[in-house]
């Protein structure tokens, strides 16, 4: 599945996540997120175009975004899913990328109820990596920014939040993620930390 058509996927479960008219005991959430995922770099000199110019690979930072939801099938416990891209392209080695993270995840929510409420979340899913030739421009035209190729990783996924709801459902909810990717050798660990705030809704409060 392209990562376009696992975007869409996502949002339609998001979606439907937030249009549950829920019953007693049960819940759900829709939120979008706001922040960034970092990975060192593996320090590697590359001969991208095989002229014998070397260049450097960098480090994974930048602003992301995402969007995401859940469904709680007991006031505590549910299941959720998740998407978080890089919103623009980075330089690579000479060439232009962009990361995507999606996953799908256990809930915890052991204070269900409470006007500050912590969130763990557990799961597996995909990483996966896009890398364009850059845009080039001359007195006359510019060239498209043209896919090269990608790379897809299995990834597990930790996440711990606190929503702290400010008015009715809506709730503002800084969290940490932690995304160990499989051969992740694009950059220099497979541990590929992720820090956000997400403004959501949650239905079925009491």
Same mark, same amino acid.
């Given at each position: 599945?392209?990562?376009?058509?696992?975007?869409?996927?996502?949002?339609?479960?998001?979606?439907?996540?937030?249009?549950? %008219?829920?019953? %007693?005991?049960?819940?759900?959430?829709?939120?979008?997120?706001?922040?960034?995922? /970092?990975?060192?770099?593996?320090?590697?000199?590359?001969?991208?175009?095989?002229?014998?110019?070397?260049?450097? /690979?960098?480090?994974?930072?930048?602003?992301?975004?995402?969007?995401?939801?859940?469904?709680?099938?007991?006031?505590?416990?549910?299941?959720?899913?998740?998407?978080?891209?890089?919103?623009?392209?980075?330089?690579?080695?000479?060439?232009? *990328?962009?990361? %995507?993270?999606?996953?799908?995840?256990?809930?915890? %929510?052991?204070?269900?109820?409470?006007?500050?409420?912590?969130?763990?979340?557990?799961?597996?899913?995909?990483?996966?990596?896009?890398?364009?030739?850059?845009?080039?421009?001359?007195?006359?035209?510019?060239?498209?920014?043209?896919?090269?190729?990608?790379?897809?990783?299995?990834?597990?996924?930790?996440?711990?939040?606190?929503?702290?709801?400010?008015?009715?459902?809506?709730?503002?909810?800084?969290?940490?993620?932690?995304?160990?990717?499989?051969?992740?050798?694009?950059?220099?660990?497979?541990?590929?930390?992720? *820090?956000?705030?997400?403004?959501?809704?949650?239905?079925?409060?009491?």
């Amino acid at each position: 599945m392209s990562n376009s058509k696992m975007f869409m996927v996502l949002l339609f479960v998001a979606l439907v996540f937030g249009s549950v %008219k829920t019953a %007693k005991a049960q819940g759900g959430d829709i939120y979008f997120k706001i922040g960034t995922a /970092t990975d060192k770099s593996n320090n590697q000199l590359i001969d991208t175009f095989g002229d014998g110019n070397l260049f450097a /690979t960098p480090a994974m930072n930048g602003v992301f975004g995402g969007i995401g939801g859940s469904f709680m099938f007991r006031p505590t416990i549910g299941f959720g899913a998740e998407y978080f891209a890089r919103f623009t392209q980075g330089g690579y080695a000479g060439l232009n *990328y962009r990361p %995507k993270f999606y996953d799908f995840n256990a809930v915890w %929510k052991p204070l269900p109820n409470k006007i500050v409420v912590p969130e763990f979340q557990a799961g597996i899913g995909g990483a996966s990596l896009s890398f364009y030739y850059p845009q080039q421009c001359n007195s006359f035209a510019c060239s498209s920014n043209s896919l090269v190729a990608s790379s897809r990783h299995f990834q597990t996924h930790l996440g711990a939040g606190v929503a702290i709801f400010v008015k009715g459902g809506i709730f503002v909810r800084p969290q940490v993620d932690v995304h160990y990717v499989k051969n992740f050798f694009q950059f220099g660990s497979n541990w590929a930390p992720a *820090y956000s705030v997400a403004i959501g809704y949650a239905f079925g409060r009491p």
